[in-house]
């Protein structure tokens, strides 16, 4: 098992951008594939974008593909979702996630350990 504390969050205008952190305790991080999901008010929770546990190879979902960035430090014990060019439907609680696997995987169900809600609000 491992606990997950994100950070990062915030109030940006379009165009802008956030950068999400995500620190891990407990020694099975750099063994794991990471993601990020996000759930938008009245919507179900989505995936974002997947890391596998040595950090070369990357999914992401099609929409942020080109503007967002996942990445790992796994000396640090640390996820990183770097989101540029936002735009007011990235609005959403976003959360880092464990998966059970060490290759990246986009379903929810294969994730095991979350973190908090990180609340991203982009106005327009």
């Known amino acids: 098992q491992v606990q997950l504390v994100g950070s990062g969050g915030g109030l940006v205008q379009a165009g802008g951008s956030l950068r999400l952190s995500c620190a891990a305790s407990?020694?099975?991080?750099?063994?794991?594939?990471m993601g990020w999901f996000r759930q938008a008010p009245g919507k179900e929770r989505e995936f974002v974008a997947a890391?596998?546990?040595?950090?070369?190879?990357?999914y992401y979902e099609k929409s942020v593909n080109g503007r967002f960035a996942i990445s790992r430090d796994n000396a640090k014990n640390t996820l990183w979702l770097q989101m540029n060019s936002l735009k007011p439907e990235d609005t959403a609680l976003y959360y880092c996630?464990?998966?059970?696997?060490?290759?990246?995987?986009?379903?929810?169900?294969?994730?095991?350990?979350w973190g908090q809600g990180i609340q991203v609000t982009v106005s327009s």
């Open positions: 407990g020694r099975t991080f750099s063994s794991r594939a």
């Open positions: 890391i596998n546990l040595r950090g070369d190879r990357i």
């Open positions: 996630a464990a998966s059970r696997y060490s290759d990246h995987t986009q379903s929810s169900q294969d994730y095991v350990d």
